[in-house]
């Protein structure tokens, strides 16, 4: 292992973890700070296009970080990040197009609890 900065492969010691759980590293050399094999942090995209697509039904953002198991705020956050993405002219009720498909009964008995 290496430092990046002045690429000294001797006095690397361990200096604790990131937020994410990766061994963060010290160069005693130029004092440089680094993580050698960084983990990513946040939600997987597809968990993201679930929440689009759950708020595109009509869903409340709190019923949909119930149902994904994540914070509402951040429910918005990427409702918030995808607006530049959606269509202008979307559908005036795509809760009643859920409806008639049947698949929106077990998310709406959830709501009522």
């Known amino acids: 292992m290496s430092c990046p900065r002045c690429f000294a492969k001797t006095d690397q010691i361990k200096h604790g973890f990131t937020a994410a759980g990766s061994q963060r590293m ?5 004092g440089c700070r680094y ?10 995209e597809e968990v993201r296009h679930q ?10 953002l709190r019923l949909i970080g119930r149902l994904l198991a994540v914070n509402h705020q951040t429910v ?9 993405y959606l269509p202008p002219d979307l559908p005036p009720s795509i809760l009643e197009l859920a409806a008639l498909d049947g698949n929106l009964a077990d998310i709406l008995a959830l709501e009522d609890e």
């Open 35 to 44: 993580t050698p094999n960084p983990q990513e942090q946040g939600y997987d």
């Open 76 to 84: 918005a956050n990427w409702i918030n990040a995808y607006a530049n």
């Open 26 to 30: 010290h160069c005693k050399k130029c």
């Open 51 to 60: 929440a689009l697509a759950l708020h595109l039904e009509g869903l409340s």
